[in-house]
């Protein structure tokens, strides 16, 4: 049994990533100049990491087709590092001639979920990192690998604790700064979450950053941040107003909602230096601006 209470930490680091994972899969496409807003909201929140964008193919994610015009109008604030998703070489490019700070590398645990999304194997993703780490590096941008399908795989079912712990040390090799687990479709429990993060911080170099990327499919997301927190994870994805969810992996719902998790965390005790009440402000006109988006949709006579 672990000891109560557990040790934790002082302030921990919030990922926003709704204006990506959120946006990738929403009901209603915003214009580029509602989805700058969008971010230059979350940054007055007090966010300082926010993946704003995925540099992917426009025919794959349609919704942020407008990826190149999103980073060249946002406002950039000091201290703030604007985070893009890249799958492939392309992306990465595209990512650098934006001027983002630092870019994610997905790359799934299971083959079935890599296909779907990535129309290639985890190791033909795995064999471009070293090269693509390489690049973003020699442009002074930071790469963290983000590990989808951690937990479970919505086309395989289990994926094995040694598959997730292979991939951590082969990520590692290749050179990431940090790393990710992220329960792509929202399997996870807090048991499980724990027994992970423990198993994975001990295959990393001491102190090397371990974040968490959570979906909250079955109202356990928050279970599973406060597991993950416990076992030491102190970088934590989460999107206002909980939108997200990837469009390659069937049944995958919001990500936990930022101002839940900021709730939570300063409840506790936790620093987060986000302004809740200010993403909440953000989240509520987030679905005004998408309701109405969809609501113009319907009335134009196609769904
Ligand atoms: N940005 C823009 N266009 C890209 C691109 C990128 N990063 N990568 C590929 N493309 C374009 C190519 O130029 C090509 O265009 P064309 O048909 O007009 O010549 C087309 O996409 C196909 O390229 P190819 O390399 O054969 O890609 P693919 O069809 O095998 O698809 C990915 C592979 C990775 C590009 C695609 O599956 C993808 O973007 N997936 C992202 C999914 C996602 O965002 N999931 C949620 C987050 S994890
Ligand atoms: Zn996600």
Redesign the pocket.
């Given at each position: 049994m672990a000891e109560w209470p557990a040790q934790l930490p002082e302030a921990v680091t919030i990922v926003e990533v709704g204006p990506r994972d959120g946006l990738?899969s929403a009901d209603a496409n915003l214009p580029t100049a509602q989805k700058v807003e969008l971010i230059e909201r979350l940054v007055a929140a007090g966010l300082r990491h926010i993946e704003a964008t995925?540099?992917?193919?426009?025919?794959?994610?349609p919704l942020l087709a407008d990826a190149d015009q999103v980073m060249a109008r946002v406002k950039r604030e000091p201290g703030v590092r604007y985070i893009a998703?890249?799958?492939?070489r392309?992306?990465l490019e595209?990512a650098i001639a934006a001027h983002v700070d630092e870019v994610t590398l997905?790359i799934s645990a299971s083959d079935g979920h890599s296909r779907a999304?990535?129309?290639r194997s985890t190791a033909e993703v795995l064999a471009q990192v070293p090269e693509l780490v390489e690049l973003a590096h020699g442009h002074g941008l930071r790469v963290r690998g983000g590990i989808?399908t951690a937990f479970g795989c919505p086309y395989e079912g289990v994926v094995p604790v040694e598959r997730v712990l292979w991939l951590t040390r082969q990520l590692v090799e290749a050179g990431v700064d940090s790393l990710t687990l992220a329960d792509t479709v929202g399997m996870a429990h807090p048991l499980q979450v724990e027994e992970l993060v423990c198993k994975v911080r001990e295959v990393l170099p001491p102190g090397f950053p371990l974040g968490i990327h959570l979906h909250d499919t079955r109202g356990i997301g928050l279970a599973n941040a406060l597991a993950a927190l416990q076992a030491g994870v102190t970088e934590f994805d989460a999107s206002v107003g909980g939108i997200g969810g990837?469009?390659?992996a069937p049944g995958a719902p919001g990500n936990i909602s930022t101002e839940g998790l900021v709730y939570m965390l300063e409840q506790m005790g936790i620093r987060t230096n986000v302004d809740g009440e200010a993403v909440e402000e953000a989240a509520r006109w987030l679905h005004g601006r998408l309701k109405s988006e969809t609501d113009a949709r319907s009335q134009e006579g196609y769904r």
């Open positions: 990738q995925s540099f992917v193919s426009p025919r794959a994610v998703l890249v799958p492939n392309r992306g595209r997905p999304n990535l129309r989808a990837c469009p390659f």
